[in-house]
């Protein structure tokens, strides 16, 4: 191989040379293909929150706005105030099936929930 670096678009037209690779360069590649991927995923995720997905869900847009009751999207933190319990203790209920219809995981750690489906549940919870 040549001194020159490959780049992931080079790869993704000949596979064959990766079979050239040194470790090294095949650990950085891997590493920007990791990074791609994951903004990526991300880029999925805040589309398909932001266009609605089609499970009936309300949709999250009005995390950055709220709704013309005053209740909207809130983050762990917001909700774990109203409830009075920890952030870590809303994540754990986040789990649970009966809070599927008013939580939204947008990634392992960005978690939005629904406001007045968060207070239905305490009503009922109680």
């Known amino acids: 191989m040549s001194g020159e670096r490959l ?4 790869i993704l037209a000949d596979p064959a ?13 891997l590493a920007h293909g990791a990074a791609v991927v994951a903004v990526l995923q991300a880029r999925v995720a805040t589309a398909a929150v932001g266009n609605g997905s089609h499970d009936g869900r309300p949709e999250p847009d009005a ?12 983050t762990p933190d917001q909700a774990a105030a109203v409830v009075s319990v920890s952030r870590r203790v809303i994540f754990g209920w986040s789990r649970r099936i009966d809070w599927k219809p008013f939580t939204r995981r947008l990634n392992r750690k960005r978690l939005l929930i ?13």
Not at 63 to 74: E, F, N, Q, V
């Open 7 to 10: 780049t992931l678009d080079a």
């Open 114 to 126: 629904e406001e007045t489906g968060l207070r239905r549940w305490l009503e009922r919870s109680r």
């Open 17 to 29: 040379l990766a079979l050239e690779l040194a470790a090294p360069e095949a650990v950085r590649l």
């Open 63 to 74: 995390a950055t706005k709220p709704a013309a009751d005053g209740a909207g999207w809130i």
